[in-house]
């Protein structure tokens, strides 16, 4: 009843990535492309859950990952379709998250 578990937790290295790890993951994907994201780890030499490499790419290593201060002009973008669409087409996350950006900047 229920999920299975993501992967068997004994053996498996938790807390902070090293260079080294994300090096091989980011060295993994690129040259391999983007698999089952439960055999990833085994494939890539991490002894990491897949889950943990799948957060991992998406959140910090993916190369087209844009971080840093918005933009003007996207900016100027947010807040035309914000006063066009309202929140209807925004995913919740990503509603906090524009709202503390902007929260900030007032």
């Not at 938790?14 to 698999?35: A, H």
Request: aromatic content about 8%; overall charge positive.
């Amino acid at each position: 009843m229920g999920r299975q578990p993501c992967c068997e937790k004994v053996g498996l290295r938790r807390g902070p990535w090293t260079i080294e790890e994300d090096q091989k993951l980011v060295d993994f994907i690129l040259k391999n492309g983007i698999q089952c994201w439960r055999v990833v780890p085994t494939l890539a030499g991490l002894l990491r859950c897949g889950k943990s490499c799948r957060l991992r790419w998406i959140n910090y290593l993916r190369p087209d990952l844009k971080r840093g201060v918005l933009t003007e002009a996207e900016e100027d973008q947010i807040i035309e379709l914000h006063s066009r669409l309202g929140n209807r087409f925004c995913p919740p996350m990503l509603t906090i998250l524009l709202n503390c950006y902007f929260s900030q900047k007032m």
